[in-house]
């Protein structure tokens, strides 16, 4: 496989670690942005003691100045970005009718509007090179909705509607672009859950547990080869059966 250079933003959390991770394995050169300094620096020595060397760009991927700055720090440390994967995500659960604008904004800023704000920069040269790997790591409820979800999940259908789109915009330029739509993933974000409503949300998963990280990874990795140049404008539900939408 030829080596790239790879982008996945929010790399420090769980399913974002797993995938530079993987990429790195690949023999592909991997950056993630961060926010926290210090944070990321343990982040970045702990891949390191693991073999997996990763660099650290800082940037906020929810306003367009900020992730224009950090794609060109990427640029600057690594080189031109072949591969974006947009899988910086929060959530800020609650009931619409409790919702506030804030916690609408700050979801859709980060989850959606971050794909907006980091593709642009990288889209041209993508385009001027023919070659392209796009992937957006959307959600079970971007498909499905879930109750207290209502900006979540908003956000999350919304990255596969910017999926098709930028796939359609770009196939002739040798650029795939793809969503990723993981279930219920043993993360952070996923533990952080209530336990009696988590532990009702895994009963409902017919293989019977939450997903783990490298599970989604793994299909990132399979959309990046080479050989996947026919896939565009797909969405790969990974969600150990709870949703089987088609
Ligand atoms: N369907 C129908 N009714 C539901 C429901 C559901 N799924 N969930 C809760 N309710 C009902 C409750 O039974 C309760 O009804 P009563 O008042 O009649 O008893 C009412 O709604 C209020 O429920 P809560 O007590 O739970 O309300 P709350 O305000 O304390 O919390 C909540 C609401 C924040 C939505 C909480 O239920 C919650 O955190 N739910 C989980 C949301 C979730 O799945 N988040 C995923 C995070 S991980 C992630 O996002 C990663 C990914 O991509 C998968």
């Known amino acids: ?109 980060t989850n959606l509007n971050s794909c907006f704000n980091v593709t642009r920069p990288v889209i041209e040269g993508m385009r001027n090179r023919k070659w392209g790997r796009i992937i957006q790591i959307s959600s079970i409820n971007g498909q499905k909705g879930q109750y207290g979800q209502a900006n979540y999940a908003a956000s999350k259908a919304g990255m596969h509607g910017f999926t098709i789109s930028l796939a359609q915009e770009n196939a002739k330029f040798g650029i795939t672009v793809n969503t990723v739509s993981p279930g219920y993933v043993a993360t952070e974000m996923v533990m952080a859950v209530p336990e009696d409503v988590r532990n009702k949300i895994a009963a409902q998963i017919p293989i019977g547990r939450l997903g783990e990280p490298d599970e989604i990874a793994y299909a990132v990795a399979f959309f990046v080869n080479d050989e996947a140049r026919w896939i565009t404008g797909a969405n790969l539900a990974i969600n150990g059966g709870q949703y089987m939408g088609w």
């Open 1 to 109: 496989m030829t080596a790239r250079i790879a982008l996945v933003t929010g790399g420090t959390g769980g399913i974002g670690s797993a995938i530079v991770k993987r990429l790195a394995a690949l023999g592909h050169k991997v950056a993630t942005n961060y926010r926290d300094e210090a944070k990321a620096k343990t982040w970045q020595a702990h891949l390191k003691s693991q073999g997996v060397d990763a660099a650290i760009v800082p940037g906020d991927v929810s306003s367009p100045e900020t992730a224009e700055k950090l794609v060109h720090g990427v640029e600057k440390q690594l080189g031109a970005i072949d591969i974006l994967i947009n899988n910086a995500g929060i959530t800020r659960d609650t009931t619409f009718h409790k919702m506030s604008a804030l916690q609408w904004q700050e979801v859709i800023n």
